[in-house]
């Protein structure tokens, strides 16, 4: 199947900061990116879909202030965690498909670990 | 809204079989995926269903009803290497297009 990258693969951060999160499709055009986001022992929440060339679009509750997504390309999406703090420490997914559904082969890169102390 | 629903755990021997339920509740319907988790790993598609009946794949099925809202993956022979979270997700249609949303997985723990 098709790869996608994600790096890095873990960071640690103090409050306050920010932590940006590069999401990567190594050998497709990804028309549409999503972020996801995990914690411990629970399913993956969508935070939002991301289409290239324009604006993210973010699932209820996700602050879009918080969470800057950029796709600024058909292979790059970035995730930027503006201001992290503790409760912000999660499992991050990115995932990226070519085509308007998921039938075509929707692809997940290996996360990224945030925490933040 | 959406809800989808699975159980939270499962246990299972060696060579046995298991059949991992799913029903769920969504608008825009686009068709139902299976994914397998590892943990602190991406998840890794196993198989999707768009129309009614069973997909078989090797050691793996998967089951779709529409009309129920119901899902099954059948996992067969089973290995110790099959421990893992297995995920259900929906596609289903949202305002950017269409969008994979997920269950809260079923740990399967496979013991000899």
């Known amino acids: 199947g098709a790869v996608v990258s994600q790096h890095p693969s873990w960071v640690i951060c103090k409050s306050g900061t920010s932590v940006k999160i590069e999401c990567r499709s190594l050998?497709?055009?990804?028309?549409?990116m999503f972020w996801y986001r995990q914690f411990p022992k629970q399913s993956l929440m969508l935070m939002a879909t991301?289409?290239?060339?324009?604006?993210?679009?973010?699932e209820q509750g996700v602050e879009k202030d918080k969470f800057l997504i950029n796709h600024a390309s058909l292979t790059l999406s970035t995730l930027t965690v503006t201001s992290a703090h503790p409760e912000d420490s999660s499992f991050y997914i990115c995932?990226?498909?070519?085509?308007?559904?998921?039938?075509?082969?929707?692809?997940f890169g290996p996360g990224t670990r945030l925490t933040v102390l | 809204g959406q809800n989808i629903d699975q159980p939270t755990e499962m246990t299972a021997t060696e060579g046995a079989i298991v059949q991992i339920n799913c029903t769920y509740q969504?608008?825009?319907?686009?068709?139902l995926f299976w994914y397998q988790q590892h943990a602190g790993e991406a998840p890794t598609f196993l198989s999707y269903?768009?129309?009614?009946g069973l997909e078989e794949k090797g050691r793996f099925s998967s089951f779709l009803s529409r009309s129920k809202g119901y899902s099954y993956l059948l996992l067969k022979e089973l290995q110790m290497k099959d421990s893992a979270s297995y995920l259900c997700?929906?596609?289903?249609?949202?305002?950017?297009?269409?969008?994979?949303?997920f269950g809260k997985g079923t740990t399967l723990s496979v013991s000899s």
């Open positions: 991301s289409n290239e060339g324009s604006k993210a679009t973010y």
């Open positions: 269903n768009v129309l009614d």
């Open positions: 997700a929906v596609s289903s249609r949202n305002q950017a297009g269409t969008a994979l949303i």
């Open positions: 050998d497709f055009q990804a028309t549409t």
């Open positions: 995932s990226a498909r070519f085509g308007l559904t998921p039938l075509l082969g929707q692809f």
């Open positions: 969504t608008s825009g319907f686009n068709g």
